[in-house]
T-cell receptor
């Protein structure tokens, strides 16, 4: 199957600093990626849809000025948590869509997740 | 928007028994329903999925059923094993677009 790489896998930072998380599709082009946040023992909550070459679409209640998303290329989307605070500590995970018609029709799974980033803000 | 509810939140079974997890969704436009298994701190792993043109799908010990009229779908695991212990999430989406996840079920299989 296709591979989505996410870095870093974990990060510890001081309150007030900004943290950038990268999500890369390694062997396919992803015009659309999604960012999720997961608090301990809770579900994955969709934060935003990242579209290559255009502004991200944020879900209701997600601050777009705090969670900056950039999808500048067909293989990379970044999520920057600006001025992070302890309440932003969470597991952040991206996913990317593998669209058909790109020579990958034999792959049944179309949505691939990154490995996730555990953010701890002190 | 879509809303997915999942029950039960926790499920304990004896090894060899069956486990059933149920989900309901609200958006009748949703047509893709995957199930994921997630271990602590790891990415979700797709274990089975079903599309709205099918009522049931099976893969070895795992099966999923879908009732479009009632807007609910279920995961069935037979002959459970200790390694099946994990958190399971259902999800719904239109095509393979943004997934809306259920609240999760923590399955524990006791030897």
């Amino acid at each position: 199957g296709a591979v989505v790489s996410q870095h870093p896998s974990w990060v510890i930072c001081k309150s007030g600093t900004s943290v950038k998380i990268e999500c890369r599709s390694l062997d396919f082009q992803a015009t659309t990626m999604f960012w999720y946040r997961q608090f301990p023992k809770q579900s994955l909550m969709l934060m935003a849809t990242s579209n290559e070459g255009s502004k991200a679409t944020y879900e209701q209640g997600v601050e777009k000025d705090k969670f900056l998303i950039n999808h500048a290329s067909l293989t990379l989307s970044t999520l920057t948590v600006t001025s992070a605070h302890p309440e932003d500590s969470s597991f952040y995970i991206c996913s990317a869509i593998l669209f058909p018609g790109t020579g990958n029709d034999h792959i049944n799974e179309k949505l691939f997740f990154g490995s996730g980033t555990q953010l701890s803000v002190l | 928007g879509e809303n997915v509810e999942q029950h039960p939140s926790t499920l304990s079974v004896q090894e060899g028994d069956s486990a059933v997890i149920k989900c309901t969704y609200s958006d009748s436009a949703s047509n893709y329903f995957p199930w994921y298994k997630q271990e602590l701190g790891k990415r979700p792993q797709l274990i089975i999925d079903i599309r709205s043109n099918v009522g049931e799908k099976k893969d070895q010990r795992i099966a999923v059923t879908l009732n479009k009229t009632a807007k609910h779908f279920s995961l069935h695991i037979t002959e459970t094993q200790p390694e099946d212990s994990a958190v399971y999430f259902c999800a719904a989406s239109v095509d393979t677009d943004k997934l809306i996840f259920g609240t999760g079920t923590r399955l524990q299989v006791f030897p």
